[in-house]
């Protein structure tokens, strides 16, 4: 009997296994580019749904070799995670109950008010910044978002901000300077982002342009610049994915004074450019828009202004005379085809206010009570690209990964 009975409770056991409840999440790639790692979504409300799970409940995500792959749940209510599928092909993804395995977050960033109310994110390839009102209230013009290179894959943000606002460093250096100039000096550059420190550093020059790649209505063939964002809201945090809401003070464009600009900027691991989503309030009528880069170099430079092709590049010189730094890659890609893409030059007396030489930039329309959605975003030549030709390649890439999404089934 207790043979018999024994025997009922493997079964069960065995009974209870099998219908562990999951789902498959299969991803079809149906271009001619291998897909590593590429964030997608599934709908948090269709998991819950399919699994009939409760508040308590974690879930797990496995890829094909069993192994846990790692996720976030968005503001929007989606669950991303990156996928690796080949050229044509497809991946399955299994969601089930189980306990995550903790990992490292990649992509992050926050409001820094010890610094004039900076907004710095990164992920594991770059890092970028923006600034606030207490920035703009003390009279500096920088209009567009500042670019830091990296060379590592953990964040480095945050250990940059504690390194140079750091009150005993910065005390010590303003003592220093009174008995020990050179002393103060070379204390400063120990400890200034500006610096290399092995992981990447601040060699991006803004002042008052668009900068890394902002956007900007374009009335008359004038650029209408945004000042520092009014307000902030994080969105989304990590571990995979950065999100932000930012809004504008009020812009006037022609007859209205009203104009409000809002932005909401993610950045995925992995990625080199972030996905910008741009709207604008109080206006009915049709206006160009703009979106592109400082150009540092007075003959313009290495640049492509591809319209056909669908983004823009530019190799830019850093804010290092010497060329020490390295080369930032700049670039953006659009979803949509833009009417053109050329470099704009300043008069010689604005290029002299400016500290800059003009853009180059796409134009596109912007239709009321629409978005207007672009990437941007940079790289380093020190730390995965060694040649424009490979950047340019990557762009390229870029638009044809976003004409042809991967495609998700969730069964």
Request: hydrophobic share 35%; proline share 4%; glycine share 6%.
């Amino acid at each position: 009997m207790k043979k018999i009975f024994s025997l009922f409770l493997l079964i069960g056991f065995i009974a209870a296994c099998t219908t562990e409840k999951s789902i498959q999440v299969t991803v079809n790639n149906e271009s001619n580019i291998d897909r590593n790692e590429e964030i997608v979504e599934v709908s948090m409300q269709e998991v819950v749904s399919k699994l009939q799970l409760a508040d308590t409940d974690d879930i797990i995500i496995i890829d094909q070799d069993n192994q846990q792959v790692p996720y976030q749940t968005t503001y929007e209510g989606k669950i991303i995670f990156p996928a690796s599928v080949k050229a044509n092909e497809q991946a399955v993804y299994t969601i089930k109950v189980g306990t995550p395995n903790t990992f490292d977050v990649i992509a992050c960033g926050r409001h820094y008010p010890e610094r004039l109310d900076d907004i710095a994110w990164e992920n594991d390839r770059i890092a970028f910044r923006t600034y606030g009102p207490a920035l703009q209230a003390t009279g500096e013009r920088a209009f567009g978002y500042d670019i830091w290179v990296k060379s590592v894959e953990e964040p480095v943000v945050e250990a940059r901000y504690e390194m140079e606002l750091n009150p005993e460093t910065l005390a010590k250096i303003d003592s220093l300077k009174k008995v020990d100039p050179k002393a103060a000096e070379e204390l400063r550059h120990a400890t200034s982002y500006h610096v290399d420190h092995g992981n990447g550093m601040d060699c991006y020059k803004v002042g008052p342009t668009l900068g890394g790649g902002a956007a900007a209505l374009y009335v008359n063939e004038e650029i209408i610049y945004p000042y520092c964002y009014n307000t902030y809201e994080i969105l989304d945090n990590g571990p995979l994915r950065f999100t932000m809401k930012l809004v504008y003070n009020p812009l006037t464009v022609g007859e209205r004074d009203d104009v409000v600009e809002t932005r909401i900027i993610s950045l995925d691991k992995g990625s080199q450019l972030n996905k910008a989503v741009i709207s604008y309030t109080n206006t009915n009528e049709t206006l160009p828009v703009v979106s592109g880069f400082v150009l540092h170099d007075e003959d313009g430079g290495t640049y492509t202004a591809n319209a056909e092709k669908g983004y823009l590049s530019y190799v830019d010189p850093t804010d290092d005379v010497t060329r020490s730094s390295g080369d930032i890659y700049v670039g953006a890609v659009f979803p949509v085809k833009v009417k053109e893409a050329k470099a704009v030059f300043f008069p010689k007396k604005e290029a002299d206010e400016r500290g800059a030489y003009g853009h180059i930039l796409a134009i596109s329309d912007y239709q009321p009570n629409s978005e207007y959605v672009y990437y941007f975003g940079g790289a380093w030549n020190r730390y995965g690209f060694s040649s424009v030709e490979e950047w340019n390649k990557y762009l390229e890439d870029y638009v044809q990964k976003i004409q042809n999404p991967l495609t998700i089934v969730v069964q």
